[in-house]
């Protein structure tokens, strides 16, 4: 059955990790001298305990982790990651109710960036800092979690798993799991450090280009100002963010090579690369031409901000520079696009994966061919290597239970009384991981405090769900899973 | 000269009639008792019956030794490679493998596989592959041999009405100006090599030799003008032979691949790695699967499965059904004769094919290539003419050649002209000879 003290182990190492990155918020209260130093060593004190708690519960474990263990390890080990993420803002009366502080965690740490605190501004620096942490933790959580820390615990027999967990659709197509977790977090220290310095290069102060790097690289989407990057209101800062969130919703493996190997025919010949290019093409395309038909912007200002627009929804980060509530209907149903497809498979980003996008758009090119050619057999090809039916199937799979998952939320939201537009792209926001919601009554720039609590609760469930592919989490709640086979 | 051929399958076979014919000494190897007694009854040469692990006792017997060539052409392509490699160790003096992977015919790997004793590798159906592509894009020509990468080319056609040429002597309309020369006429079973006498008449199969510029004009002579250009491409029969087909096929064609078998059809979309191939699960030789995939918009048929009758029947319905060209490929030389009466635009013989390739390593190496008519039972063969030989003496009517041979054109700095009596062959022209029923080796005696 469940193998509960290795999981106990796990947990324990992993949320010793977790303390060491509040340390750092710590040291960085210490020097602000703000009010937060004593919530701050409070966490700190209470995540070591329980981690030593759970060491000592965990004590003579027998490495074997089970397919089972695993699935339930990877949930249990963010909802306990976001449980304790929340006690700065709790213990620093920063927001006041447990759902939010809950909510407001979880969506940094699935990389979200949906956010309830109304006023960011006045905000100490160790738990801006953290808050921050938690998405560039978040970012490559996963990854890192499968590749570096569980094999370290138990044998190599883990990358079945992998293979689901991290998103990828066949891992054929994902070099990624063959990627060394070194190069992996040598690439995304690289992505944010480069970032960070740019920000600062162009006027931004260290603090917050330190920030404004980690959420961006994670495609997080947290922001040290209420106005997000619009705070600046400088092109190149626009620039760079644009920039960086694009390369950080490429395939890392695929970056790694065209950066560190040369290797950039390879990746411009990806079809998930192109379909990712194409996509922030023609999106920023139709964005530009509907601000120049029905709003006054001039056009240098209406690319800047429709391309920054796209690709913040489009890698799921959810910055923004300007309020897209006032622009055109029809941009929010581009956005929304962007927002369902998400960047690719392999990458920081969340959403349906821009490579399953690619397979979906195939079997149904395919689906249309055989209404033509009745007895074709036609193959689903990506980048020369077929993915079969049984492939196709879990795609579609995936993909009906995603709208399922945003049907529920949708009409849950529809049940408290959101309005329609409002709860159809907070549903897709949360399970696609990206941060603002288009609609009237919450804006894109606005908090989701107005929000109640249980649909909070919802919601933090949705974004777990997205960060973790879905069937990780569902087929925790199924009988089957708990059942002795 | 001696040869040893291991494998008495259809390749190996009609290799040794081949070169029995040509009477060479060989020395064919086999397990099989059966096929060695069959080819015994209608060949002159030795068989040997070996057993998989007595190799070497029958390479001795064979006396490997002082062989000049040794062909391995099993259906095995390991065991084809590594007997070469045997063979070459034990003293044979060139060995040709035959493989069914196209890897293998890479330049870098050929010159792996030479350092390893291994002399030429042929590739059965990638040999078909190249003649039946080359064949669809001039549609309108049954078979097409070029000389010299294309400087010279011989076309076969089926003569039909209306055309302008027939029915007249050649005479009248061949004079020392037109861009073409005639070389042979396959009349029912009988070939004729024409003189300024002879008519074409409706039905014939014309040998044509001609230059390159002058293809779009030969069209035109021929009254094939009405035959369009293929864009459209009907396989029927999944095997490996359409494979290679589909990978050498110019990119704008579209193909279909009719395969009855099921999984073979999701084999084929692995292995075939470009667009515009659509692979059909259904039986090629149904009328109703070809109208549902609108045979009738196509504008070729190639029949590929392993069965000759199937091919040539499928072809004969494509034609009834408006396809203009149709391939079929033929195992069975028993029926090409009949394939060449009926509506067949082209016929393919994979062991012909190969086996004319080989024969053109056995001969010296001044010919540079040569290819066997199955239409009229000749051959036709490149050779250069040296210094001093007769071939550059007199001029052509001079020569007082056989009736049997007949020049058809030469090469001369790259440049492709034909030759009629008052032409003067120099000496490195590479000449164009057409012979029926001569050993080739006379012919290299009149340009040595």
């Known amino acids: 059955m469940i193998n509960t003290k290795l999981i106990f182990k796990i947990l324990g190492a992993l949320l010793n990790i977790e303390a060491a990155f509040m340390a750092l918020c710590l040291i960085v209260s210490l020097f602000a001298r703000e009010n937060d130093l004593v919530p701050l060593a409070i966490t700190v004190g209470v995540t070591v305990a329980v981690a030593l708690l759970f060491r000592l519960l965990g004590r003579g474990a027998s490495n074997t982790l089970s397919r089972r263990d695993a699935y339930l390890l990877v949930t249990v080990v963010w909802i306990a990651f976001a449980a304790f993420g929340s006690l700065p803002f709790l213990l620093g009366g920063y927001i006041n109710n447990v759902s939010d502080a809950f909510f407001e965690t979880m969506s940094g740490l699935t990389t979200t960036g949906a956010t309830t605190i109304d006023q960011v501004e006045g905000m100490p620096h160790g738990v801006l800092l953290w808050r921050s942490l938690t998405q560039w933790i978040g970012g490559l959580g996963i990854v890192f979690f499968t590749i570096a820390i569980l094999p370290s615990f138990v044998g190599g027999s883990i990358k079945v798993f992998a293979a689901e967990a991290t998103g990828p659709v066949q891992s054929k197509l994902q070099p990624r799991l063959t990627m060394s977790a070194k190069a992996l977090w040598g690439l995304y220290l690289v992505l944010t450090v480069g970032c960070a310095l740019c920000f600062f290069l162009f006027g931004m102060g260290a603090f917050d280009a330190v920030n404004y790097a980690m959420t961006i690289t994670a495609t997080g989407g947290f922001a040290t100002h209420d106005a997000s990057t619009g705070y600046f209101n400088n092109p190149a800062i626009d620039y760079t963010a644009i920039i960086f969130m694009f390369f950080s919703g490429v395939s890392f493996a695929m970056l790694y090579a065209a950066l560190f190997k040369g290797r950039v025919k390879h990746l411009l010949k990806n079809a998930e690369f192109r379909f990712y290019s194409a996509l922030t093409l023609v999106a920023t395309v139709i964005i530009v031409a509907f601000l120049l038909r029905y709003n006054d912007y001039s056009f240098s200002d209406a690319v800047r901000v429709s391309l920054f627009q796209v690709v913040s929804f489009l890698t799921t980060t959810g910055m923004f520079n300007e309020d897209a509530a006032q622009w055109h209907h029809i941009t929010w149903v581009v956005l929304s696009l962007c927002m369902f497809f998400g960047g690719c498979a392999g990458s920081t980003a969340g959403g349906f994966k821009c490579a399953r996008g690619v397979i979906a758009l195939k079997i149904l090119r395919n689906e249309i061919l055989h209404r033509l050619h009745p007895k074709a057999v036609l193959p689903v090809k990506v980048n020369g290597s077929t993915v079969h039916s049984s492939g196709q199937i879990t795609l579609m799979a995936f993909l009906m239970v995603y709208f399922v998952l945003c049907f529920i939320a949708y009409f849950i939201m529809i049940l408290v009384g959101v309005d329609s537009t409002n709860s159809f792209t907070i549903a897709l926001s949360c399970a696609s991981n990206v941060g603002p919601t288009l609609g009237l009554e919450i804006g894109p720039t606005m908090s989701w405090s107005i929000l109640p609590g249980f649909v909070k609760w919802i919601l933090s469930a949705l974004m777990l769900m997205g960060r973790l592919e879905i069937f990780t989490v569902l087929v925790i709640f199924t009988p089957a899973f708990w059942k002795n086979n | ?448």
Request: aromatic share 6%; charged share 25%; proline share 3%.
């Open chain 2, 1 to 448: 000269m001696k040869v040893i051929i291991v494998g008495a399958d259809a390749i190996g076979a009609h290799l040794a009639e081949l070169f029995s014919k040509i009477k060479q000494n060989i020395v064919i190897i086999d397990e099989d008792e059966a096929k060695l007694e069959h080819i015994a009854s209608y060949c002159d040469l030795l068989t040997i019956k070996s057993s998989s692990n007595t190799p070497i006792k029958s390479f001795r017997d064979a006396g490997v030794k002082n062989a000049d060539l040794f062909i391995s052409v099993k259906r095995d392509e390991n065991l084809n490679l590594s007997l070469c490699v045997l063979a070459k160790s034990m003293g044979a003096k060139q060995t040709v493998a035959r493989v069914e992977n196209p890897e293998f015919t890479e330049p870098q790997i050929t010159d792996a596989f030479n350092r390893a004793g291994i002399s030429s590798i042929i590739y059965p159906d990638d040999l078909a592959a190249q003649d039946i592509v080359s064949c669809l894009q001039l549609s309108w020509v049954s078979q097409r041999w070029d000389v010299y990468d294309g400087a010279l080319t011989m076309l076969g056609i089926k003569m039909k009405e209306p055309c302008e040429v027939l029915s007249r002597p050649l005479k009248e309309i061949c004079n020392s100006e037109t861009p073409y020369h005639v070389i042979a006429i396959k009349r029912g079973t009988d070939t004729i090599i024409p003189t300024g006498n002879d008519m074409l008449l409706p039905n014939d199969y014309v040998y044509f030799m001609t230059t390159k510029e002058f293809i779009p004009e030969m069209k035109k002579i021929v009254g094939k003008e009405d035959y369009p250009d293929v864009k459209n491409v009907i396989i029927v029969g999944g095997g490996k032979t359409a494979v290679r087909v589909v990978n050498r096929m110019p990119k704008e064609v579209k193909v279909k691949i009719f395969e009855a078998n099921t999984a073979r059809c999701e084999e084929l979309n692995e292995v075939i790695d470009r667009d515009g191939v659509m692979v059909i699960n259904a039986d090629g030789r149904s009328v109703a699967n070809l109208l549902e995939e609108n045979i009738r918009q196509a504008d070729a048929l190639v029949a590929l499965t392993g069965n000759a009758e199937a091919n040539i029947l499928t072809c004969m319905t494509a034609h009834e059904l408006g396809v203009r060209k149709t391939v079929a490929m033929i195992e069975n030389m028993d029926y090409m004769s009949i394939a060449g009466n009926a509506e067949i635009g082209t016929i393919i013989n994979k062991q012909a094919l190969t086996a004319s390739y080989i024969y053109q390593l056995l001969l010296k190496g001044d010919v540079r290539n040569i290819r066997n008519l199955l239409m009229v039972n000749a051959d036709v063969a490149e050779f250069k003419a040296r210094e001093g030989s007769r071939i550059t003496s007199k001029r052509v009517c001079d020569l007082n050649l056989s009736r049997q041979i007949e020049l058809g054109g030469l090469v001369r700095d790259g440049v492709g002209m034909l030759v009629n009596g008052n032409t003067q062959i120099q000496p490195g022209d590479n000449v164009v000879v057409f012979c029926q029923d001569t050993n080739i080796s006379q012919i290299e005696k009149i340009f040595n």
